[in-house]
């Protein structure tokens, strides 16, 4: 009889939480907003690297983002050169610096610490000169 009156105790509190837990949790397919990027490696396209500490990628054709690193990772290097992208964690999404390794290839690779990730609005992607747009 314990049992049953735990168990039936159990089910009123999960049934009670559960309308508070639904509506605070974040939906996926909530729109994505500039200061919250998340993307698939897969979605990435070109790069253009526009600093030694400052890295643009088109992601999805559509959107670019803005890659900023600790120190000068890419002094001397050519946006012809490979780049070494590696997810980190469970999850293939990229949503924060944490979420992806990257690095410069070549005869001696290297690893950037990656900083922030940011997407450009329509209107900042534009403004970006030619030569720097991915």
């Given at each position: 009889?314990?049992?049953?009156?735990?168990?039936?105790?159990?089910?009123?509190?999960?049934?009670?939480?559960?309308?508070?837990?639904?509506?605070?949790?974040?939906?996926?397919?909530?729109?994505?907003?500039?200061?919250?990027?998340?993307?698939?490696?897969?979605?990435?396209?070109?790069?253009?690297?526009?600093?030694?500490?400052?890295?643009?990628?088109?992601?999805?054709?559509?959107?670019?983002?803005?890659?900023?690193?600790?120190?000068?990772?890419?002094?001397?290097?050519?946006?012809?050169?490979?780049?070494?992208?590696?997810?980190l964690g469970a999850s293939s999404q990229i949503c924060k610096p944490m979420d992806l390794n990257i690095g410069?290839?070549?005869?001696?690779?290297?690893?950037?610490?990656?900083?922030?990730?940011?997407?450009?609005?329509?209107?900042?992607?534009?403004?970006?000169?030619?030569?720097?747009?991915?």
């Open positions: 009889m314990i049992f049953r009156a735990v168990a039936v105790s159990a089910a009123l509190v999960t049934a009670a939480l559960t309308p508070a837990f639904a509506a605070s949790a974040p939906k996926s397919d909530a729109p994505r907003t500039p200061s919250s990027p998340c993307f698939r490696l897969t979605d990435l396209g070109g790069h253009r690297i526009a600093a030694p500490d400052t890295l643009y990628y088109s992601v999805r054709r559509k959107e670019v983002y803005k890659f900023t690193f600790s120190g000068s990772c890419f002094a001397g290097v050519t946006n012809s050169d490979p780049l070494i992208l590696e997810p410069v290839g070549g005869p001696i690779p290297r690893r950037c610490i990656l900083k922030s990730i940011e997407r450009l609005t329509p209107e900042q992607a534009e403004a970006l000169p030619k030569k720097l747009k991915p």
